[in-house]
């Protein structure tokens, strides 16, 4: 299995940014896919940007241009940098990480408070 370990949330003003790290531990070599969901108070868990082995990205279209996934693989860690935050930003982030044999893993979330 992959632990992942996430930080960097907190509360920011409109406008602001953030970066999200998630340190995995493990067995790293299996993973293919990385990403980062979001789940805001009320609403269904989303996919807000994936990074694959190759360096691959994708993004919700809401997030394009102001949201950056990248990683580290020196370090095991998978970034998410967020600029120009909006109020609608404001959720539970998660990282997760999938590879060959079924493996699905999911850091523990940390939150992400948009607001002045």
């Known amino acids: 299995q992959v632990q992942l370990v996430e930080s960097g949330g907190g509360l920011v003003q409109p406008g602001g940014s953030l970066r999200l790290s998630c340190a995995a531990s493990?067995?790293?070599?299996?993973?293919?896919?990385m990403g980062w969901y979001r789940q805001a108070p009320g609403k269904q868990r989303e996919l807000v940007a994936t990074?694959?082995?190759?360096?691959?990205?994708n993004y919700l279209d809401s997030v394009k241009g102001r949201f950056t996934i990248s990683r580290d693989n020196a370090k095991n860690t998978v970034y998410l940098q967020m600029n120009s935050l909006k109020p609608e930003d404001t959720a539970v982030y998660y990282c997760?990480?999938?590879?060959?044999?079924?493996?699905?893993?999911w850091g523990q979330g940390t939150q992400v408070t948009v607001s002045s």
């Open positions: 990074i694959t082995s190759v360096g691959s990205t």
């Open positions: 493990g067995s790293i070599f299996r993973v293919y896919a």
């Open positions: 997760n990480f999938r590879g060959f044999g079924g493996l699905d893993s």
